[in-house]
């Protein structure tokens, strides 16, 4: 599969994606399918189904277990040369968002996960990890994209910054240093790996955490 069509397949999944949370009842916000309801058994077998698509997709676009990835087409607003890294903390001790998500790492990926105990997908996973900072984000990759403030490049990009690619299908935690940290697709589990995200791959940059936070118990909407 070409990397033109894998990407297509993505977004076909997310329209699918949006036509199942309409069926069930569920705005585009709600919590993952399974969860904003009863589930007919036709629309659980869709989802497996679109589990299994967008795995597929994903592996197609070059994604793999350990989180590398080609370079995609430039987005509109991003595109320039790759950019390195920025950021990160001082002295090699983790940042608050960096402490967070540890806790989290080696938990199986699983699509439409929120239950720590057994699974997180991409944006259950940084919906926790800032949850357990005091700010709560809503549910989806879709709606994540909207929190916060944005940021230009990857070269402003500062630990605990969301990195949106594949369309915004796909979201990680900037750690600094090169360095990020997601649920990266089924078969694999929570990890911190060489951020291949730059600024010809990256859909959109979102800070959520405002200069100086305290992490204290705080709406992203605070940080808007």
């Known amino acids: 599969m070409s990397m033109a069509t894998a990407l297509e397949r993505?977004?076909?999944?997310?329209?699918?994606?949006?036509?199942?949370?309409?069926?069930?009842?569920?705005?585009?916000?709600?919590?993952?399918?399974?969860?904003?309801?009863?589930?007919?058994?036709?629309?659980?077998?869709?989802?497996?189904?679109?589990?299994?698509?967008?795995?597929?997709?994903?592996?197609?676009?070059?994604?793999?277990?350990?989180?590398?990835?080609?370079?995609?087409?430039?987005?509109?607003?991003?595109?320039?040369?790759?950019?390195?890294?920025?950021?990160?903390?001082?002295?090699?001790?983790?940042?608050?968002?960096?402490?967070?998500?540890?806790?989290?790492?080696?938990?199986?990926?699983?699509?439409?996960g929120n239950d720590p105990a057994a699974g997180l997908d991409c944006s259950s996973f940084v919906q926790h990890v800032f949850r357990d900072l005091g700010y709560e984000l809503p549910r989806t990759t879709w709606d994540q994209v909207n929190q916060g403030t944005p940021v230009a490049s990857m070269a402003e990009a500062r630990p605990g910054d969301l990195l949106f690619t594949f369309n915004t299908g796909h979201v990680s935690i900037y750690l600094g240093n090169g360095k990020a940290v997601d649920a990266p697709q089924p078969g694999s589990t929570i990890q911190i790996r060489d951020a291949w995200e730059n600024d010809s791959n990256v859909t959109a940059i979102r800070r959520i955490l405002p200069a100086g936070s305290s992490f204290g118990a705080a709406s992203a909407g605070a940080a808007r």
């Open 10 to 112: 993505i977004q076909q999944i997310q329209g699918t994606l949006g036509t199942l949370n309409s069926s069930m009842g569920a705005p585009a916000s709600a919590e993952a399918p399974g969860r904003a309801g009863k589930v007919s058994p036709a629309a659980a077998a869709e989802a497996a189904a679109n589990a299994s698509m967008f795995a597929e997709a994903l592996s197609s676009a070059g994604v793999t277990a350990g989180g590398t990835a080609p370079a995609v087409p430039a987005v509109p607003g991003l595109a320039g040369p790759a950019a390195p890294a920025a950021g990160g903390s001082e002295g090699g001790s983790a940042s608050p968002v960096e402490a967070a998500a540890r806790k989290y790492l080696g938990l199986p990926y699983i699509w439409g």
